[in-house]
């Protein structure tokens, strides 16, 4: 779930550089006529450190994410957003945000475009899950702490009885990052594109990321090892009214052999060496998992019709 720039050396201007090779010309030949004078060329000025503040660029270098930052050649940030047709002033909504891993990108690049950002949570209430109700808590605690970073983010909920996950026909961009087959498991897949439908302006995009099943295997209804079929997601985008735009193999791993003894969770980020919720094992063998590193994923836009 949905959980440093590096300092460039200063080169002197393309003028400075011009006039630079002219005054070289330009005291040699008068050595030669031995009037030589010196001639001062003008002084290089420093360039900025790093990507312009507010890009994307700026927001996925950012010092604030040092320990995510580890992930960005799995998960490959950069490119994913830009797939999904990110712009700074647009308004997105991040469906069951997690720890906050896209939050970390996406709160201070719109904070900085005039964009919004809805992190659309686990929904609370009677019989939570104490660990996502949990979850929830220490994600609202660390991104209204410091607003100059992250913005005035706008926190919703999207659940079984959940209401609009914010105002209808506002959304410039709704994500689904990895967490389709917890809806799934939940029976609530169906009303997460429903509700995103809601919330996008006519022409808006869907931007799904999801851990990939095989097309040749039996999709389980309730996808409890954590792999959907991309042909099951395009289903139900169809159904709510979504159209299918494009895919990329952005975040594909072909190592991947989703045939793991506790689901994809046996992967990285995750790697667990026992069933969820049991006592992690000690003498479980991780290389294999390891040595695959993330899971393979379909990467997918959609659109709701003009």
């Not at 990321?209 to 042909?231: C, F, K, S, T």
């Given at each position: 779930m949905g959980e440093s720039s590096q300092a460039r050396r200063p080169v002197a201007s393309r003028r400075g550089v011009l006039l630079g090779a002219s005054a070289i010309v330009a005291v040699a030949g008068l050595a030669a006529c031995g009037?030589?004078?010196?001639?001062?060329?003008?002084?290089?000025?420093?360039?900025?450190?790093?990507?312009?503040?507010?890009?994307?660029?700026?927001?996925v270098a950012g010092e604030w994410r040092a320990q995510d930052r580890v992930r960005d050649a799995a998960r490959h940030p950069m490119e994913t957003l830009r797939f999904f047709g990110l712009q700074p002033n647009m308004t997105v909504v991040d469906f069951w945000p997690g720890s906050g891993w896209y939050t970390e990108i996406l709160a201070p690049y719109l904070a900085r475009g005039g964009g919004t950002y809805y992190a659309a949570g686990f929904q609370t209430g009677?019989?939570?899950?104490?660990?996502?109700?949990?979850?929830?808590?220490a994600f609202q605690t660390h991104f209204t702490a410091d607003r100059k970073l992250y913005g005035e983010i706008k926190f919703s909920a999207f659940g079984p009885t959940s209401g609009p996950v914010a105002p209808a026909g506002t959304a410039d961009l709704v994500l689904f990052m990895r967490n389709i087959n917890a809806w799934m498991a939940a029976g609530v897949a169906e009303k997460a594109f429903s509700d995103a439908y809601a919330a996008l302006r006519p022409g808006g995009g869907l931007g799904v990321?999801?851990?990939?099943?095989?097309?040749?295997?039996?999709?389980?209804?309730?996808?409890?090892?954590?792999?959907?079929?991309?042909?099951f997601v395009r289903q139900l985008a169809a159904e709510a009214g979504f159209v299918f735009v494009a895919s990329s193999e952005i975040n594909a791993n072909e190592r991947d052999t989703k045939d793991h003894p506790f689901g994809v969770d046996t992967l990285p980020p995750q790697s667990l060496t026992a069933p969820r919720g049991q006592t992690p094992d000690p003498t479980f063998d991780r290389k294999k998992y390891d040595a695959i590193g993330e899971s393979d994923r379909m990467t997918l836009k959609f659109r709701k019709p003009e």
């Open positions: 009037r030589g004078k010196t001639v001062e060329t003008p002084a290089a000025t420093d360039a900025p450190a790093g990507p312009p503040e507010g890009s994307l660029e700026w927001a009677g019989g939570d899950d104490p660990a996502q109700s949990a979850l929830m808590s990321e999801q851990h990939r099943l095989a097309p040749d295997e039996d999709q389980d209804p309730a996808a409890a090892n954590g792999y959907v079929q991309e042909a």
